[in-house]
């Protein structure tokens, strides 16, 4: 009787073995199926690409239809847009976040509102190229313009920083909370000082995935901001402004004879503006997150 309760436990333990490396093998097929074409992709751009991208490349303003010269004004309309859309969608959406998770009494209303964040982040984007269009640039009288493009593209990536804002808030211990207010810090104080250095690094991984977003689409810029060609580069945020989205769209459809260099090349670029991006958001999370530690 004994032996054979050790043979049934020896069985359920390989069992076990078996299924755990069923579920590590079946995991690891995912993550490849996801990296994989993904590193291919950008091989190929930078393969492609690589050969084009040189200081005149960077430097110069379009010519001869586009099919020689450079593409500095669409870094510099990007780099615009770009910009605009942190200054506009940061403080909104994390203000947003702190009254939601701080402030607002939780409840049927504050469910609702958080539905529609959520629904309002699969809204395709040229939907918020026409909302853009309808308010900023006819209503509200923006015209055309890197103002008009960079409210649009805020509106775009709200949802996606306020719901990461939200959880990387919710995810501070309560204790902290406590603690401070225990201290005779105001609400405010605790937020400021306890719970929003706390919540940087998840706040920033929300960011970053939104200025992805919002430096790659094309839709919304296509209605409020983006120009065919400008011969010189926009000095208000009344001007309209080529970006380099639109700009790899037009040449790669638009262009007839336009050498392939150039658009491997224009997506390599917009690549690398990305990751520039990206990467001056992963050092403000990484800093925060080990000034956070060293507390």
């Not at 309560?174 to 400021?192: F, N, V």
Request: charged share 15%; proline share 5%.
């Amino acid at each position: 009787m004994e032996n054979r309760v050790k043979d049934m436990e020896m069985k359920g333990d390989r069992q076990k073995k078996i299924r755990e490396k069923l579920m590590f093998g079946l995991f690891t097929l995912c993550m490849l199926a996801v990296v994989i074409p993904t590193l291919l992709i950008i091989g190929f751009i930078v393969v492609k690409g690589i050969g084009t991208v040189n200081w005149s490349f960077l430097t110069e303003m379009p010519s001869m239809g586009m099919t020689e010269g450079g593409i500095f004004p669409a870094i510099v309309g990007t780099l615009y847009l770009v910009t605009g859309t942190i200054v506009f969608s940061l403080p909104l959406g994390v203000g947003a976040a702190i009254y939601l998770t701080e402030y607002a009494k939780q409840g049927r209303l504050t469910r609702i509102i958080r539905i529609a964040v959520l629904n309002l982040a699969g809204v395709p984007s040229v939907v918020y190229g026409l909302f853009g269009l309808g308010l900023f640039v006819f209503f509200l009288g923006f015209g055309s313009s890197i103002l008009a493009g960079s409210l649009t593209l805020a509106c775009l990536i709200l949802p996606i920083i306020i719901t990461t804002s939200e959880e990387a808030i919710k995810s501070v211990p309560d204790s902290y909370r406590e603690a401070s207010l225990a201290l005779g810090a105001s609400k405010w104080e605790t937020i400021a000082r306890v719970v929003l250095p706390q919540a940087i690094p998840g706040i920033m991984t929300g960011s970053v995935l939104g200025i992805g977003r919002a430096a790659g689409e094309t839709a919304p810029i296509l209605l409020t901001v983006a120009a065919f060609f400008i011969p010189r580069l926009p000095g208000s945020i009344f001007d309209q402004a080529m970006a380099l989205p639109y700009h790899l769209y037009i040449v790669s459809t638009q262009v007839p004879g336009m050498p392939e260099s150039i658009k491997y090349g224009t997506a390599l670029v917009l690549l690398g503006v990305v990751g520039v991006f990206f990467a001056i958001a992963t050092v403000i999370r990484l800093k925060f997150k080990q000034m956070n530690h060293m507390e």
